[in-house]
């Protein structure tokens, strides 16, 4: 059974084109965080969901939309491709009690050409 | 701005050396700090520290934090090729579950 799974696992598109990566949680949790590692491994967050709404958007651009139809999905969209967007986007997710752990997708391995 | 510092950046042993990574923190309403491994995929979670002071133990590895000195350390013992990791250190602050993941340490464990 898998926890936190997301689609596709690699993705490579040119420069400019949309795209949507998916991510689906079967643990009941509320809330759903996007991250973005880049190639030094730097892991850096940059959305969650809590039930619905959007709780941080940490300086990322307008270019990438999270969209949550409920609550064991949260799927990206990003516009207008860059080639700075290449990085492997992790999808976690973690229930509201404080300080709990956050479970991690496999990854997505996106490459911008 | 949270911030989370680990050290060293990375790091060579031998087989059944023990290793000690450093975890340090400024974060505003700190919660609790998480120490994960991430091998060739996703992070997988190691400990939770929430109290200074105690240790947290799983087989090898141990993991403690200071709150007054805001830093944790992650120990594993008689290490082996399989603890070849980066391990992730992360604060946990904020209303709605803030995250702020450190640089990692890169352990590559040599036989």
């Known amino acids: 059974d898998t926890a936190v799974s997301q689609t596709p696992k690699y993705l490579v598109t040119q420069m400019g084109n949309d795209k949507s990566i998916k991510c689906e949680q079967n643990?009941?949790?509320?809330?759903m965080y996007w991250y973005k590692q880049d190639s030094k491994k730097f892991l850096k967050i940059m959305f969650s969901y809590n039930n619905k709404e959007l709780i941080i958007n940490e300086t990322v651009p307008n270019r990438f939309s999270p969209k949550s139809p409920d609550k064991a999905h949260l799927n990206l969209h990003i516009n207008s491709l860059e080639l700075g967007d290449s990085a492997v986007y992790f999808c976690?997710?973690?229930?509201?009690?404080?300080?709990?752990?956050?479970?991690f997708g496999p990854g997505t391995r996106l490459t911008v050409l | 701005e949270d911030k989370v510092v680990q050290s060293p950046l990375s790091l060579v042993v031998h087989e059944g050396d023990t290793v000690t990574l450093n975890c340090s923190y400024e974060v505003t309403n700190f919660r609790s700090l998480l120490w994960y491994k991430q091998e060739k995929k996703a992070p997988t979670f190691l400990f939770m520290l929430t109290s200074s002071g105690i240790e947290k133990k799983s087989g090898r590895l141990s993991s403690i934090l200071d709150k007054k000195e805001l830093f944790s350390i992650l120990n594993i013992t008689a290490t082996q090729t399989g603890d070849s990791a980066i391990y992730l250190c992360?604060?946990?602050?904020?209303?709605?579950?803030?995250?702020?993941f450190g640089t990692g340490t890169k352990l590559q464990v040599i036989p």
């Open positions: 643990l009941g949790h509320d809330t």
């Open positions: 976690a997710s973690s229930s509201n009690n404080p300080g709990n752990e956050q479970f």
């Open positions: 992360a604060s946990d602050s904020g209303g709605y579950q803030k995250v702020t």
